[in-house]
């Protein structure tokens, strides 16, 4: 009967555990040759590092490690290698862009280059190779989660390349689809752009997706401005390989529009024949809708049937010698409207210089442009060559100008090829100015959103009194270097739509972070918010109707690692504060306490250091959003007599979460002013054992323990400090013949808690 040796690999709490660039048994895929080394893994937490075995010394030899990097949402990896020290000769890295090696390689590393990585989706793997002799240092590399595209449905919101303001990383791909409502349409304005302009890119598409017409392409900032025309607008951002720059930041506003809806009344604004005369015409009524018209525009009208004209090479200002166009080769069908660079243009009526439009002879309107009250009109096209600016006449186009202030063309196919139609770019229509939705109310509304530094306290516009329809306010928080920010939630009383009105916070110095939550109604439970860095971003947005008191929010920042910190167990939390950063509070080390002022500290030259039991000392636990949490309070309250007052002028937030098996900080509001908050880590303490039978009672301590097939196993696992208020959860449990390997030949007993 074949004898198998058991290992429990893991044992985590019901609490699922995040630890920056941490790895399990579980999850090592390669070990070194001849060693039980292990190397490789499967990350997931959003940033983390890489590591070479046994980095900085020397790796093995004959290591063969695959990392993969996983990645969540609409975010993808990003990875720089800071150091590499390699056999060149024999020792290498390669990056795919995928979840293994099977996927497109990105690239092979064998010496230092400061080389960096982005995957195209959510995964990227890590293969690092050596052969069987010579070794040197290695490498480190880390990496980070970064947003890159998603599927925008609020009313108002802002765009930004990966990165953004720093510059984008190369072979970026991002595609972002932006959804209105209803009789609203979405209009986009590019407020900054710097890009690599002879090989990076934006594309502009009006509809869901980029199979949709193209609106514009951007190479650099000229402040463009996009509308679509129906529900949806979708923006592409592409890099190549090389060259990288500060990216770009757009605005989108939802608006009402009249396409479609000609002599209706959409709320917020009017598409009937009065609206001019009561000043609530739609943005874009002179688009759509004649001032005379009461019903919807009708079907035949080329003004509002055609098809956008948008190649980049037909603007006057183009020339390219190497690639000419012809525009005899193009089926031409029905009426067309011209845009560059997703501007309404027109034909030019006066000639233009040979060789632009991407052609050899370009055709220009012989004639002028008609009015809107000479509806469609027939007129000339030239084509200008050999000094002769209508050396070709071509066929006649019929021609039509629209309320609007823009026209549309009936092109046909020219007399000759080398010869395309032109768009002026001197005649861009600037008319379609994108403007935020107006209030109804005539009063000004208060300034909102700001950036605000260290602590303080932050609220809705004229809270607590009510706030004004269509806010839209952007709070910037931010903190000194290797400090986080902690915000929390001291009154929500928003309208009782998620939809309508509600707060967005972002962790990073930008809407283009993550989004750590959202918040709305009249909920603060739970509303605790902590940063991975130094920064935070909150939104504050209300629509159109329906106000209420609004919120008040408290921030603070963390104590650098020099300034204290707090190390956290199942059974123990042990504070640490530096008398150095007492000493520039002007506080003793003795002035200190906790919750329960009978609990004091030792006290060393440079340290101040509290350690007590978690149920102790005054430490309260709540249930924070499936977390289990703990804090405490510092406080110093000196006076002459050496005695503790009520009134205090310091206080130290000091909190534990517990992650699945790990514990990190986290901030509570206090009714008191907070100076700092401090940060720790740790680890449950659990225990494992094994026993002869049902009633466990006789307990095992050999090891490795040995089992027979088909044996039934008692195992007990448990806290060490016994909580009631918490579940354990057996994750993984393994057996091998050999108790030496539990890779090459090991048997699932159980997996993800499944037998």
């Known amino acids: 009967m074949e004898v198998l040796t058991l290992l429990l690999c893991l044992l985590l709490t019901a609490f699922q555990a995040k630890i920056v660039g941490s790895q399990t048994t579980d999850d090592w895929l390669y070990s070194t040759e001849g060693t039980s080394e292990p190397c490789g893994g499967y990350m997931t937490d959003a940033m983390g590092e890489l590591f070479s075995p046994r980095y ?32 060149t000769c024999c020792d290498y890295i390669k990056v795919y862009d995928g979840p293994s090696t099977f996927h497109p390689l990105l690239g092979e590393i064998r010496d230092y280059r400061n080389q960096s990585f982005n995957s195209n989706y959510s995964d990227l793997t890590v293969f690092f190779y050596s052969d069987s002799s010579v070794t040197n240092r290695g490498f480190h590399a880390n990496w980070v989660f970064e947003s890159c595209g998603g599927y925008m449905t609020d009313w108002m919101g802002e765009l930004f390349s990966p990165r953004y303001p720093n510059n984008y990383p190369n072979n970026s791909y991002c595609t972002w689809t932006i959804h209105s409502t209803e009789n609203m349409t979405v209009s986009l304005i590019f407020n900054d752009v710097a890009l690599e302009t002879c090989c990076d890119y934006i594309r502009v598409y009006d509809g869901p997706s980029t199979f949709h017409p193209l609106l514009g392409e951007i190479r650099d ?60 015409c739609c943005p874009d009524y002179d688009d759509y809708c004649t001032v005379s018209t009461t019903s919807e525009a009708p079907s035949d009208d080329p003004c509002y049937n055609y098809t956008v004209l948008d190649d980049p090479w037909r603007a006057t200002d183009y020339q390219n010698n190497l690639v ?61 060559w050999s000094n002769n600016c209508c050396s070709f006449s071509s066929t006649s186009i019929r021609v039509k100008a629209c309320p609007g202030n823009y026209f549309v063309y009936e092109f046909v196919e020219p007399s000759d090829c080398y010869l395309a139609y032109c768009a002026d770019v001197g005649s861009i229509n600037t008319t379609y100015t994108t403007v935020a939705p107006e209030t109804n109310s005539s009063v000004p509304h208060p300034q909102c959103g700001g950036h605000l530094y260290g602590s303080g306290l932050l609220s809705s516009p004229n809270y607590p009194n009510y706030y004004h329809d269509n806010a839209y306010c952007v709070w910037y928080l931010s903190a000194q270097q290797g400090q986080r920010i902690f ?113 004091r500290p030792s006290i060393s030259s440079t340290e101040v250091v509290f350690s007590f039991p978690l149920d ?54 206090a009714s008191e002013i907070i100076n700092a908050n401090i940060t720790g880590t740790g680890r449950f303490n659990a225990s494992i054992a094994f026993y002869t039978s049902s009633s466990f009672y006789q307990q095992i301590y050999g090891s490795p323990y040995e089992v027979n097939l088909n044996q039934l196993l008692y195992v007990q696992v448990k806290l060490n400090r016994p909580d009631n208020s918490l579940d354990l959860f057996l994750d993984t449990c393994v057996a091998s013949p050999n108790p030496d390997d539990f890779k090459d030949r090991s048997y699932d007993l159980l997996r993800n808690g499944v037998r």
């Open 487 to 599: 915000l929390t939630f001291a009154d929500v009383q928003l309208e009782r739509c998620c939809n309508c009105d509600y707060i967005t916070v972002y962790d990073g110095s930008s809407t283009g972070h993550p989004k750590l939550g959202k918040v709305c109604f009249n909920d603060t439970t739970h509303q605790v918010f902590h940063s991975s860095s130094r920064y935070l971003t909150v939104v504050f947005r209300s629509d159109y109707s329906g106000v209420s008191h609004g919120f008040k929010a408290l921030f603070t920042s963390s104590l650098t690692a020099d300034q204290g910190r707090v190390d956290c167990s199942s059974d123990n939390m042990v504070i640490v504060i530096q008398r150095s950063y007492l000493n520039s509070l002007g506080l003793s080390a003795n002035d200190l306490y906790v919750d329960d002022h009978l609990c």
């Open 221 to 280: 900032y000229r402040n463009q401005s996009f509308k679509s025309s129906y529900n949806d607008l979708t923006v592409l951002f592409y890099s190549d390989h090389s060259v990288t720059n500060r990216g770009f930041h757009a605005n989108w506003t939802f608006v009402a529009s009249c396409n479609g809806n000609c002599g209706l009344f959409l709320g917020s604004c009017a598409c009937d024949d009065v609206c001019h005369r009561f000043g609530d």
């Open 324 to 384: 000419l166009m012809c525009d005899q080769h193009v089926n031409w069908f029905g009426w067309y409207r011209l845009f560059i660079h997703g501007q309404s243009v027109q034909m030019p009526d006066t000639c233009v210089d040979m060789n632009k439009c991407g052609t050899r002879a370009p055709l220009w309107l012989n004639g002028g442009h008609p009015k809107v009250e000479d509806g469609v009109v027939t007129r000339g096209v030239c084509g200008h």
């Open 56 to 87: 900085p010394n020397n790796y093995p030899n004959n290591a063969q490690c695959i990392w993969t990097i996983h990645s969540t949402g609409n975010t993808t990896v990003s990875l720089t290698f800071v150091d590499v020290d390699l056999e």
């Open 616 to 669: 102790a000392c005054g430490t309260t636990k709540e249930m924070v959003n499936g977390y289990v949490s703990y804090t405490n309070n510092v406080r110093a309250s000196p006076s002459q007599l050496g005695e503790i007052t009520r009134q205090s002028q310091f206080l130290l937030r000091v909190g534990c979460r517990m992650e699945p098996d790990t514990m990190v900080q986290i901030f509570y509001k």
